[in-house]
């Protein structure tokens, strides 16, 4: 089912340490998976997608890890900078014929200089 | 280029009032999305317009909710008569390829 975002996961980094951001999804038919980034009072902001038919994506400072076998994605964040700071999304494009894009609840990463 | 364009930033008004949001995508995007984010139910998907024809309206909560895409540069989001809890940031995004959606700043909206 959906789930309700009443509480925000927090994950606090230092400055210059690996964040690793997860999220699970649900709907095996997806195909497609989009990391998002929003900094407080903007809009989500692209930061990196995978196809299933991979399992890594690098791509400036970021790697995102699909693993199919237990719906599980990743986002790492190399060298964790203040401006990192922000809530984390992950989405899922399902099978639909169209480019419908269902967003998680988010994490909320608190760099700490 | 400007990204999406989105007015007003903010608004305020007062329950039973109409609500008129508007948005400008990205020049060349054939797809257009309207989302609600609250922090109890997240970014939620309201309606979904490609080559500015709704594809899917299913996320529209209800029939006081409605969009229109007259034209590829420009659609609105109206809500009549608005109600506190559609009080929320609404985002507009368009998109090209079957992926990557660029997202408006959005517009805070309270109603009272």
């Known amino acids: 089912g959906e789930s309700v975002g009443l509480h925000l996961p927090t994950l606090s980094v230092q400055e210059g340490d690996n964040s690793i951001i997860n999220c699970a999804y649900s709907n095996s038919a997806s195909d497609y998976f989009i990391w998002y980034k929003q900094e407080s009072g903007k809009g989500p902001q692209f930061i990196i997608d995978i196809r299933s038919n991979m399992d890594k994506r690098q791509g400036q400072r970021v790697t995102v890890l699909l693993n199919k076998t237990v719906k599980h994605l990743s986002l790492q964040i190399a060298a964790t900078q203040p401006g990192d700071s922000a809530v984390y999304f992950c989405?899922?494009?399902?099978?639909?014929?169209?480019?419908?894009?269902?967003f998680g609840t988010g994490t909320k990463l608190q760099v700490i200089p | 280029d400007a990204g999406v364009i989105q007015s007003p930033r903010h608004e305020v008004t007062e329950m039973g009032q109409e609500v008129t949001l508007r948005c400008k995508p990205i020049?060349?995007?054939?797809?257009l999305f309207w989302y609600r984010q609250t922090m109890m139910r997240g970014l939620e998907l309201l309606i979904y317009?490609?080559?500015?024809?709704?594809?899917?309206d299913s996320g529209m909560p209800e029939d006081r909710f409605s969009a229109k895409m007259p034209n590829a540069s420009f659609s609105t989001l109206k809500i009549q008569p608005s109600e506190p809890r559609d009080s929320a940031v609404y985002f507009c995004?368009?998109?090209?390829?079957?992926?990557?959606?660029?997202f408006g700043p959005g517009t805070r909206l309270t109603v009272t």
């Open positions: 995004a368009s998109s090209l390829k079957t992926d990557e959606q660029y």
């Open positions: 020049s060349g995007h054939n797809s």
């Open positions: 317009f490609n080559n500015n024809v709704p594809i899917d």
């Open positions: 989405a899922e494009n399902r099978a639909g014929g169209y480019q419908k894009v269902t």
